[in-house]
């Protein structure tokens, strides 16, 4: 089995900073690309960045030059150092991952059970 575990979420001012991890633990093989999403109340599951297996990055436009994305293969983690909050980034954030199970030829995608965010005004 594969499990992603988030933490680091809680509550912080506008203009604070928070870094958010997520460790993949089970019969992993290899992960490639991880992401973070996020999803606010009445809102859709939205994409906050990704980052591949050989550490390229994408981030949402809303989120650009506020938050970095980066990741420790040898630790099967990744994380989301994210600064100058607002409001806004309010959310459920949730770890996502295609992992490759030891003893698979296939990847697989995974959901973390989600850290919640809460930046108040």
């Known amino acids: 089995q594969v499990q992603l575990v988030e933490s680091g979420g809680g509550l912080v001012q506008a203009g604070g900073s928070l870094t958010l991890s997520c460790t993949a633990s089970g019969s992993i093989f290899r992960i490639n690309d991880m992401g973070w999403y996020r999803q606010a109340p009445g809102k859709q599951r939205d994409l906050v960045a990704r980052i591949s297996s050989s550490t390229s990055t994408s981030y949402a436009d809303s989120v650009k030059g506020r938050f970095t994305i980066s990741r420790d293969n040898a630790k099967n983690m990744m994380y989301l150092q994210m600064n100058s909050l607002k409001p806004d980034d309010t959310a459920v954030y949730y770890c996502?991952?295609?992992?490759?199970?030891?003893?698979?030829?296939?990847?697989?995608?995974?959901w973390g059970q989600g850290t919640q965010v809460t930046v108040s005004s």
């Open positions: 996502n991952a295609d992992i490759r199970r030891s003893g698979t030829a296939d990847s697989y995608n995974y």
